[in-house]
């Protein structure tokens, strides 16, 4: 090879090398002064709303701009699938929009990589205007600062089909309010059913653990904890009720078409459900059920859905950034939000006595909706270092438990080690 | 006709060559490094030496995908270079009405694999046709758990996969059959030999080539095995995650907000090294053939 085809060969290289890695390594953006004048152009994403609540956002947006004339909002929304990816891309590359929607999970692994604006900073009062419970959602484990506002909560309560509790010699008036109780009634209940359908159709979940009161991690969330007794015990009437019928065979299977399906198709008769399940799933997916469901309280203290508005701690224009992501979260906001949209709920405190989520119509959706807001208030976040991964092998490992393949103490310490490998790595 | 200059032809494979850069050669580069370090999908990683694969030799996890892959090729690979051949052997012929069954064994091909994967988990589960009927027919008592006992589930992935896949070793074998002469095969039944000694000592030795190739395609494809294990275990990996295969480790661990990136390149590399093995061992043997 000639010395000028060498060179030619090594210049393309180089430029194909200097193209490959230029990617993402460009000059980052500096962040704009949190105190400065709220002014410039800031880009807010949301999941998922469009179109159904497209009049809603640019109500808001077109309330804020009013109220900031010097400032233009550019509204995205992004698909419910994929999300996380998404947002995952746009960190990675430096093109995070400046208010952005995020669960505590998808939060958390930006906020460690300083990439969203820890609120402390900012002239707020975050407990005066927020529940705890929201709050709790954006503050991690290790982590100092709050790296959201809380938008709005979700939670769960139990949702019981009555007729088929009472042609299975179960009482409505007597539904079940814990573990001991449910599996006590579906012992009753089978034996009647024999197999027709059941009361209880899933396996236990890391929700189910917390609710128990176990620490699914530690302190500094550095290890999984979740390996306690209390567990052992829950998962092993799991796998007692399995092997007595007390559960669908194909519950461990791919088969299994879920919980929710089942209860639509009456073949099961006890299921969970956000505050409006009623107004919304059954009506639209099971009409015949609207009228013999009844709910009650989650087991122990429920789950607790927080979404909220994060951001960008990295904006040009911050304080505009910070100023939109509070008038979208203040109370009068999130109260229309929260009418709006079936099963969600405010996480201001102004809202915490509302009537219209703190008093029922009489309904069994309008007693459902109302269970569902008195469980706010002691529900628990998820902790968002849990991820999708630590999910999969906990569930491959209950099933281990509930097949008999392992005990349920050593399922749940192999999930812990895994999912430790996880945390660590 | 001289008159190109020295850079022509550098111009003409550019577009590939920077193609192949870009989505091939850099991947594969970067998937090496990140073998070697703690990178997660934010914030890069740093440096670990021989970390993630300290931490393969502790991974009971990559064992049963280990277990799972090579068994994967220990069935399939056999199965699915035979089978194939008896089947082009047999629809070879021009007889009226073959090409309903050389359309037939070949719908499989075309077919989805997910879509596939998913009705054969109907048929296999629970209540499933396959469990009602042996249940009618009074064979078995208790449904037999196709989908969550370990070695059912992995052999119900298997059967797909030769299933599935035989249509199209079939296309592949027709091709090179058209190759083999028919005077070798008249001049071995004057000689007197039958059908099958025709089979064994003029149509495999003709269609060798074909063979070696599609033993190599099998192994790869079993070795890298995962849409029928994702599916037909509802993408867990089965009781105690057993049915998991390398690739559904892989994506277990790299994808999410906290993947860990270099541990799945670590085992993407492993996959890889253990991919190229028996291809190597293959070209060999058809070196020493030839």
């Given at each position: 090879m000639s010395v000028r085809r060498l060179v030619g060969v090594a210049a393309g290289l180089a430029m194909g090398v200097t193209a490959m890695t230029g990617c993402g390594t460009g000059d980052e953006p500096s962040a704009g002064d949190l105190e400065g004048k709220i002014e410039g152009k800031v880009s807010i994403q949301t999941w998922a709303l469009k179109p159904k609540f497209t009049d809603y956002v640019e109500g808001v947006i077109a309330a804020f701009e009013k109220?900031?004339?010097?400032?233009?909002?550019?509204?995205?929304?992004?698909?419910?699938?994929g999300y996380d990816q998404k947002v995952l891309t746009q960190a990675q590359s430096g093109d995070l929009p400046d208010v952005v929607n995020l669960p505590p999970d998808f939060a958390l692994p930006l906020a460690e990589q300083e990439q969203l604006l820890d609120l402390e900073k900012a002239d707020v009062d975050l407990e005066g205007t927020f529940v705890e419970g929201g709050l709790q959602g954006y503050r991690y484990d290790g982590l100092d600062g709050t790296y959201g506002y809380p938008w709005y909560l979700g939670t769960d309560v139990n949702y019981w089909n009555t007729k088929l509790l009472e042609d299975n010699g179960l009482d409505p008036k007597n539904l079940p309010t814990d573990w001991d109780s449910l599996f006590e009634q579906a012992e009753t209940y089978q034996?009647?059913?024999?197999?027709?359908?059941?009361?209880?159709?899933?396996?236990?979940?890391?929700?189910?653990?917390?609710?128990?009161?176990?620490?699914?991690?530690?302190?500094?969330?550095?290890?999984?904890?979740?390996?306690?007794?209390?567990?052992?015990?829950l998962v092993q009437r799991f796998a007692d009720a399995y092997?007595?019928?007390?559960?669908?065979?194909?519950?461990?299977?791919?088969?299994?078409?879920?919980?929710?399906?089942?209860?639509?198709?009456?073949?099961?008769?006890?299921?969970?459900?956000?505050?409006q399940h009623i107004n919304t799933t059954l009506k639209t997916e099971a009409p015949s059920l609207v009228d013999v469901t009844t709910s009650n309280h989650a087991f122990g203290d429920g789950p607790l859905y927080v979404q909220g508005l994060s951001v960008n701690a990295k904006s040009k224009n911050l304080a505009a950034a910070n100023a939109l992501a509070q008038f979208v979260t203040n109370a009068e906001n999130q109260k229309a939000f929260a009418e709006l949209v079936p099963g969600i709920y405010p996480s201001t405190t102004e809202s915490a006595e509302d009537e219209f989520f703190s008093k029922s119509d009489g309904t069994n959706a309008g007693d459902a909706q109302v269970t569902a807001f008195e469980t706010l208030s002691t529900a628990?976040?998820?902790?968002?270092?849990?991820?999708?991964?630590?999910?999969?092998?906990?569930?491959?490992?209950?099933a281990a438990a509930i097949t008999g393949d392992a005990t349920p103490q050593e399922a749940l310490d192999k999930a812990v080690e895994e999912c430790n490998k996880i945390l660590t790595q | 006709m001289r008159d190109h200059r020295w850079f022509t032809p550098w111009l003409l494979v550019a577009p590939a060559v920077v193609w192949l850069c870009v989505f091939n050669v850099y991947p594969a580069l970067n998937t090496i490094y990140m073998a070697f370090t703690n990178t997660k999908p934010l914030g890069g990683g740093e440096f670990t030496g021989l970390a993630n694969f300290e931490r393969m030799l502790d991974d009971d996890q990559l064992v049963h995908a280990l277990t799972n892959s090579i068994l994967y090729m220990v069935v399939c690979v056999p199965l699915l270079t035979l089978l194939p051949l008896l089947l082009a052997v047999l629809v070879e012929k021009k007889l009226p009405g073959l090409t309903f069954f050389r359309v037939t064994f070949y719908t499989p091909v075309v077919a989805s694999a997910v879509v596939v994967a998913l009705i054969w988990s109907w048929l296999l589960d629970d209540r499933g046709a396959i469990n009602s009927i042996l249940s009618a027919l009074q064979v078995v008592t208790e449904p037999i758990?196709?989908?969550?006992?370990?070695?059912l589930l992995l052999f119900s992935a298997i059967s797909l996969t030769v299933w599935?896949?035989?249509?199209?070793?079939?296309?592949?074998?027709?091709?090179?059959?058209?190759?083999?002469?028919?005077?070798?095969?008249?001049?071995?039944?004057?000689?007197?030999?039958?059908?099958?000694?025709?089979?064994?000592?003029?149509?495999?030795?003709?269609?060798?080539?074909?063979?070696?190739?599609?033993?190599?395609?099998i192994t790869i494809s079993a070795l890298r095995v995962f849409t029928e294990l994702y599916v037909m275990?509802?993408?867990?990996?089965?009781?105690?995650?057993?049915?998991?295969?390398?690739?559904?480790l892989i994506q277990l661990y790299s994808t999410g907000f906290t993947g860990s990136l270099g541990y799945a390149s670590a085992l993407s590399l492993l996959?890889?090294?253990?991919?190229?093995?028996?291809?190597?061992?293959?070209?060999?043997?058809?070196?020493?053939?030839g």
């Open positions: 109220e900031n004339p010097d400032v233009e909002v550019t509204w995205l929304d992004q698909p419910g699938d034996k009647t059913a024999k197999g027709s359908s059941y009361l209880i159709s899933r396996k236990p979940g890391i929700n189910d653990f917390q609710n128990l009161g176990v620490e699914i991690f530690n302190e500094d969330g550095t290890e999984l904890t979740f390996n306690q007794p209390e567990v052992v015990e092997k007595a019928g007390l559960l669908p065979k194909n519950l461990l299977s791919e088969e299994f078409q879920g919980n929710s399906a089942m209860y639509n198709e009456s073949k099961v008769a006890w299921t969970t459900g956000g505050g628990i976040p998820n902790n968002p270092r849990w991820s999708p991964a630590m999910e999969t092998i906990l569930q491959q490992q209950l | 758990p196709f989908l969550t006992d370990r070695w599935k896949g035989l249509g199209y070793y079939m296309i592949i074998y027709l091709s090179a059959l058209g190759n083999v002469g028919r005077e070798l095969h008249e001049a071995a039944a004057v000689d007197g030999a039958g059908p099958v000694r025709r089979f064994w000592s003029v149509t495999v030795p003709g269609v060798r080539g074909t063979m070696l190739l599609i033993t190599i395609l275990t509802g993408g867990t990996g089965g009781p105690g995650g057993k049915v998991s295969s390398m690739v559904m996959l890889f090294v253990l991919t190229l093995l028996p291809m190597v061992l293959l070209a060999r043997l058809n070196r020493k053939d």
